[in-house]
């Protein structure tokens, strides 16, 4: 027996309310627009996820599954709205709030942040704060190559009338919202530097193709990864450029894109990674070092640092910096700094931009490569340290590795899912003068602030910082101390 077609819910007026971790809350609006009847059986209580609108907007949408909402029209623009910027936003799926200022955008970070950590009573709340540059700060995007191009509702429309028929084009750029089949071609990207957009430009000229085609997964072109470090002397150039290919690649397909990248000035490293992955991820294995070198050089907080062209650090350095700085201005006010226990530490970034407050950092991280990179880069640093390759709620659990004492100051720095249920179990009971939660994630904080609070610790101060304007991303830092 054929399966009955889900019938479409009926369009709704909603007012975008608040800012959420992946998009916008809206609800729906009692009022009605000309000639347009607003559905009533929907409790008015009711939320709905939205994507690129922003705070204060009046919105059509038609309701979808898991409290998601597509976008129709607005109706209405907030008081507030600005232009964006960007002639690709609303088609790409990068940025989503340009239409907002960014004043306006961490005002309502800073109010989701509060709203998602819970109770705030007896908890030191402070400012948000960000770099000042609102664009131009990630040093590090990432591109896709697609042999489907996507096309806006108009040039749809357009191409329809003119009778244009749809081919199998190489386009390198942005998944649009919510399509991971497509993309949108991009020329230019504000989120990057202008060196940066000068080295995606000539990519873009060379119309490499035949593309990834994500549903047959046949092609060659998938992915280019743009990487920017900080200028020195000693080395020629500062951004890296890693190619993804399938590995039916053969030198042929990049040679004559190798050549001319590798004559511009700002590229320091070009990179040959294969994969034949069958999702979206810039993954692979390194195929080759078609130029220069694999490394990236980057200076953050008076400390230098030496990262593998795939080891993670973070991409607005700026903003960053001012993370280091909060925590820096608080760790002086701890009397006792002998021992900081840096879990979750990746190339050891956080620890060794604070180890010479103490005597010595402790640094527990799964990825073997990244503690090879930590204990070099502070090597580089002069930061006397102690490295552990491991799952953290494994190593913490070695008292022949790790002694954590009375007075430690320990830092978790965890992925957006939070703490291991084991580690954040540990952490409850354990040793240790004062904690500090650095959370990409408020949700993921929420709830490891539960198990940590069910121990001997108490959350006391909680710092914002915006380390990626245009979206709803944002770095938090909560400060448990003992009970």
């Known amino acids: 027996m054929p399966k009955r077609k889900r019938k479409s ?18 609800q729906r609006i009692q009022k009605k627009y000309s000639g347009d009847d607003v559905t009533t059986n929907i409790n008015p209580e009711k939320e709905w996820l939205l994507k690129g609108v922003s705070i204060g907007d009046h919105v059509w949408i038609r309701p979808l599954r898991k409290g998601k909402g597509q976008v129709l029209r607005i109706e209405e623009r907030a008081q507030d709205h600005i232009e964006a910027k960007c002639s690709y936003f609303g088609l790409c799926g990068g940025c989503q709030f340009q239409n907002m200022s960014l004043l306006r955008q961490r005002e309502e970070k ?26 131009g700060y990630r040093n590090k995007m990432e591109f896709s190559f697609s042999n489907k191009r996507y096309y806006s509702e108009e040039e749809q429309t357009e191409r329809k009338e003119l009778g244009v028929a749809s081919t199998n084009e190489s386009v390198l750029g942005m998944h649009p919202r919510g399509w991971y089949s497509k993309v949108v071609p991009i020329e230019h990207c504000y989120l990057i530097s202008t060196e940066m957009n000068q080295v995606l430009k000539k990519v873009q000229s060379h119309q490499l ?22 200028k020195t002397e000693d080395r020629k150039g500062h951004i890296f450029v890693t190619l993804v290919t399938s590995t039916a690649a053969t030198e042929s397909h990049i040679e004559k894109f190798t050549q001319d990248l590798a004559k511009m000035d700002s590229v320091c490293g070009i990179l040959w990674v294969v994969t034949d992955r069958l999702n979206e991820v810039a993954l692979g294995d390194l195929r080759e070092v078609l130029y220069g070198m694999d490394d990236v050089y980057i200076e953050m907080s008076q400390k230098s640092y030496v990262i593998p062209y795939d080891g993670f650090f973070q991409v607005n350095i700026k903003g960053a910096e001012l993370l280091v700085e909060i925590l820096q201005n608080d760790i002086l006010g701890i009397e006792r700094r002998e021992q900081l226990v840096d879990l979750y530490c990746g190339s050891g970034s956080l620890g060794i931009a604070l180890g010479h407050d103490f005597t010595v950092v402790v640094g527990i991280e799964l990825h073997e490569g990244a503690i090879e990179v930590a204990k070099k880069n502070a090597l580089r640093n002069h930061v006397k340290g102690k490295w552990f390759a491991g799952k953290v709620e494994e190593v913490v659990l070695d008292t022949t590795k790790v002694h954590i004492d009375d007075q430690a100051v320990l830092i978790v720095d965890p992925p957006r899912v939070g703490l291991h249920p084991k580690a954040a179990n540990f952490l409850a009971t354990q040793k240790g003068a004062v904690l500090y939660y650095v959370a990409c994630n408020p949700k993921s904080l929420s709830r490891d602030r539960e198990i940590l609070e069910m121990g001997h610790w108490k959350m006391t101060d909680l710092w914002t910082i915006d380390l990626f304007p245009q979206t709803p991303h944002v770095e938090s830092i909560a400060k448990f101390v003992r009970k």
């Open 9 to 26: 819910k009926e369009p709704i007026l909603v007012e975008v309310k608040a800012m959420a971790p992946k998009g916008s809350v809206a």
């Open 209 to 230: 193709h035949p593309a990834w085609d994500n549903q047959k997964f046949e092609g060659i072109f998938r992915h280019l990864i743009l990487r920017e470090g900080s």
């Open 110 to 135: 800073e109010n989701m942040v509060r709203g998602l950590i819970g109770n705030v009573q007896d908890i030191e709340i402070h400012p948000i704060v960000g770099a000042e540059a609102g664009f």
